[in-house]
C-alpha cells in the first residue's frame, strides 16, 4: 500500500495547489480527480471556458457593432461560427489542464484518477477504471468542490433546460435564452449569447442582479446591459419551468403576485452551487458535514477530525478560484508547521461581463450595518482619456475610506479593465493605504488605473481633479 504524507481528494484550484504547496514543502504527496482530467470545475468547466466564450464573443461584437466607427471595414458580413468557438474554447480548456498535469509531474505529486473515499481517517479507497486502490495517508485535504443547484421543482434535461456546464458547450446560439438567476454566472453566460444574437431575458428573485455587490455596482451593471438589450424581470419569483417541444415555458410571480409568462428555447439555470461530497464516505473519518452539506471546519480549515482538512467551494465562504488556491496554500503551510493566515474581507469578487466589475472590502451596504462612519468618492470611467480611445466609458470607481482614519474599506468597480485593476485596490488594503496613499502615488497616463487615484481624490476632501 502506498503511503503519503497528504492525500488530497479533488484536482480543482485548491486541491492542485495545496498539493504543490505540500510537495514544494516536502510533504510525500498524492492527489486523486475522479475525472480524466485534472483542474476541477474551474478549469473545465468554470473560470477558463467561460473567459473563452466571452473573450470570443466580445470579438465578435467589436468586428460587429464598433470596427466601423474605428475605420476597419469587413467586406462580407460578419458571422459567428459557434462550432469553431467551442472549439478554441475547448482548446484553451485542454491546454490549461494539460498544464496541471505537467505542475503534478514537475513536483513529483502521484496522481491517481478515480473515486476517493474514506475508509477510516487514514486510508482512502480510490475506486480507479482498472480496479480498486487504498493509500494510507497522514494528512487528507478534502478538496472536492461544488456542483451546480436547482430549484427543486426544476428539471434540468441538459438540452434546453441546462446548468453552466452545458451552456459552455451549445451546439446553435438560442433564440431566446431564459436566465434564471442574476448572479455571476448567469450574466457572464446571458452575456455570451446576447453578443452572438439571442434574445436574452434574467428571471431574477431578488430586487437587483449581483446582490452580494455594492448596491452602486448592481444599479450600473443593470443599466449598462440594458442599453446592451437584456431584459430583466427582477424581484420575480419563479414557480415552474416546462419543457414543450423545443420550448421552454418559465412561470413567475413578479412583485405584486401576478403571475408572469416567459417563453425561451433555452433556460439556463444559474441560482448557486452547492458542496459537493457525494462518494466521499465522509461518515467512514467520522468528518462532520454542516446543515449546508459543507465539511465543517474551524479557523485552520481542520475538520473535526484532527488530519483531515477541507478547503475551496466545500467549506463555508466564497465560492472562488482564488479563495480556494489561498486556502490550499494555508493548509500545506499549516501542516508544514507555519502560522498561514488569510483575510477574507481581501478576497476580490470578480463579474467578468464587460463592463467587468470588480470589488474588495466593505460594501457601503455593510457599513451602514455596521455602524461605521465612511467617506465616499466616485470617478467616473468617462472622464479618462483612455477610456475615450477605446471607447469604453461606462462605469466608475468607487473608495469608501473611515470618515476618522481615512482607511481604504472597500473598494468598488465597475469599466473596461476592472477584472485587473482591483488587484491595486487589494494590495492598498493589505497594507492598510489611506485613501490620501492612494491619491499621491502616481499612476501611469493614459490608463483605466488614473480612476482609481481619481476616485481616492474624490474620497480626500473632494480634490478629484479631471471631473
Ligand atoms: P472544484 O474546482 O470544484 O474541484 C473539485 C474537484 O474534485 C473536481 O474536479 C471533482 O471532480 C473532484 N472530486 C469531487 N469528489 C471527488 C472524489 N470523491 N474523488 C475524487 N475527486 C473528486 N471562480 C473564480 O474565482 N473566477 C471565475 O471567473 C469563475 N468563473 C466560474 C464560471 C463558472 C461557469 C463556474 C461554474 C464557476 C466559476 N468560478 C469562478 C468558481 C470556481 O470554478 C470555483 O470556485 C472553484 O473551481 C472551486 O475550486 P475547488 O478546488 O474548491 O473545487
Known sequence: MNQYDVAVIGSGPGGYVAAIRCAQLGMKTAIIEKYATLGGTCLNVGCIPSKALLDSSHHYEDAVKHFEEHGIEIPGDVKVNLEQ???????V?????????????KNKIDVYHGVGSFKDATHINIAKEDGEETIEAKNTIIATGSKPS??????????RVITSTEALKLKEIPKHLIVIGGGVIGLELGQVYKRLGADVTVVEFMDRIIPGMDGALSKELTKVMKKQKVKFNLSHKVKSVERKGDEVI???DDKKGEEVTIKGDYCLVSVGRKPYTDGLNADAAGVKLDDRGRVEVNEHLQTNVSNIYAIGDVVKGAMLAHKAEEEGTMVAEILAGQKPHIDYNLIPGVVYTWPEVAAVGKTEEQLKEEGVEYKSGQFPMRALGRAR???????????????NTDEVLGIHMIGARCADLIAEGVTAMEFRASAEDISRMSHAHPTYAEAVKEAALAATDDRALHV
Do not use: N, W
Not at 85 to 91: C, F, L, S, T, V
Not at 93 to 105: A, N, P, R, S
Not at 150 to 159: A, M, Q, T
Not at 395 to 402: E, M, P, Q, S, Y
Open 93 to 105: 480548456v485542454d491546454q490549461t489542464t494539460k498544464g496541471i498535469e505537467f505542475l503534478m509531474d
Open 150 to 159: 436547482s430549484l427543486p421543482f426544476i428539471e434540468i434535461d441538459k438540452e
Open 389 to 403: 480611445a477605446s471607447m469604453d466609458i461606462d462605469g466608475f470607481v468607487k473608495i469608501l475610506a473611515d470618515k
Open 85 to 91: 468557438m467551442i472549439a478554441r474554447k475547448q482548446g
Open 250 to 252: 418559465v412561470k413567475a
